[in-house]
């Protein structure tokens, strides 16, 4: 009877087991986005007057609707969801309190180069657990733009922004800036509706491959 008893208790312990390991693969990714400046802080601002912080929460809400529309959606947050200013602490409060698997913050460029155009993604330049998983989905969110939308690559770099200093730590951070609003290539481009939805496009894919 004891015997039986361990092979039974053993079986509860195992089926118990791959019902964890289940719900762990089931679980949806849990991503923070987070939309770059707002409120009072503008960011750069185009040759053609249109703000950092518009197009990139304009790109934020985008991927919402996107995500929306697929068949296993991501469980997306944004930092800010209106022309608010957040602070860059509650932004990955925010990443750390929900306990995401990736946090990933859109900006826009400029450039005293009128000529100074592409994307650029950034990584922390300090080394943690998710260094590798972070530098992995830079390069590969970069390519996509570039193959897809023909943005120019500009390589991935590494800096010491708060809001991938305060993560890296807690999960794969990245910061990714899409094209330079001082080039007047690029400016008028994300003027266009279409466009902001096809850059959205790319990041949700980029995401969900992740």
């Not at 509860?12 to 762990?24: A, V």
């Not at 529309?69 to 932004?91: G, H, M, V």
């Not at 609003?181 to 969900?208: G, M, T, W």
Request: hydrophobic letters at 45%.
């Amino acid at each position: 009877m004891k015997k039986v008893f361990k092979n039974v208790s053993f079986m509860i312990l195992l089926l118990k087991s791959c019902l964890l390991l289940s719900q762990d693969l089931d679980a949806k990714k849990v991503i923070v986005i987070d939309p770059g400046h707002g409120g009072k802080d503008s960011g750069t601002i185009g040759i053609n007057c249109i703000q950092e912080k518009d197009v990139v929460l304009d790109i934020a809400e985008a991927i919402l609707e996107l995500n929306e529309k697929l068949n296993e959606p991501l469980d997306i947050y944004l930092t800010r969801y209106t022309d608010t200013l957040i602070s860059l602490s509650d932004r990955t409060k925010l990443a750390k309190d929900i306990k995401a698997d990736l946090f990933l913050s859109l900006h826009c460029n400029h450039s005293d180069n009128p000529n100074a155009r592409g994307v650029e993604v950034y990584v922390a330049n300090q080394s943690s657990g998710f260094s590798e998983e972070a530098i992995w989905f830079a390069f590969q969110l970069q390519a996509d733009l570039n193959k897809k939308l023909g943005f120019e690559s500009r390589g991935v770099k590494f800096a010491n922004f708060q809001v991938l200093r305060e993560t890296i730590d807690i999960m794969p951070s990245v910061l990714l800036e899409l094209g330079f609003l001082s080039n007047k290539d690029e400016s008028f481009y994300v003027l266009n509706q279409k466009n902001i939805v096809r850059i959205a496009s790319i990041i949700i894919l980029s995401l969900q491959n992740k």
